[in-house]
Nanobody
Framework: QVQLVESGGGLAQPGGSLRLSCAAS????????MGWYRQAPGKERELVAR???????QYADSVKGRFTISRANAKNTVYLQMNSLKHEDTAVYYC?????????????WGQGTQVNVSS
């Protein structure tokens, strides 16, 4: 059983920075993606950024140039460095792990961490 533990959420002012961390425990094999989704009030959950087991990264257009995702594979840990934060970045951020192995795929989710951007 895979478990994701998130940390780093909180309050930041516009233009400020936060760094989110997500540590995955359990057995992770095959092709996989680790990343961050977010859900703001009244909106659907959306992909913020993710990185594959091959090192490929993807970002939402709204965060390009401001957020950076990185991965420490040896520790199965993913980070999201968020700079130049805006009010619209306010949301609950969820760590996600998607795996493809043994003819099956699975999604795992963290509990979510609140990010508030306010002056």
């Amino acid at each position: 059983q895979v478990q994701l533990v998130e940390s780093g959420g909180g309050l930041a002012q516009p233009g400020g920075s936060l760094r989110l961390s997500c540590a995955a425990s359990g057995s992770i094999f095959g092709i996989n993606f680790m990343g961050w989704y977010r859900q703001a009030p009244g909106k659907e959950r959306e992909l913020v950024a993710r990185v594959s087991s091959f090192g490929n990264t993807q970002y939402a257009d709204s965060v390009k140039g401001r957020f950076t995702i990185s991965r420490a594979n040896a520790k199965n840990t993913v980070y999201l460095q968020m700079n130049s934060l805006k009010h619209e970045d306010t949301a609950v951020y969820y760590c996600n792990l998607y795996t493809i192995f043994g003819g099956t795929s699975n999604n795992y989710w963290g509990q979510g961490t609140q990010v508030n951007v306010s002056s």
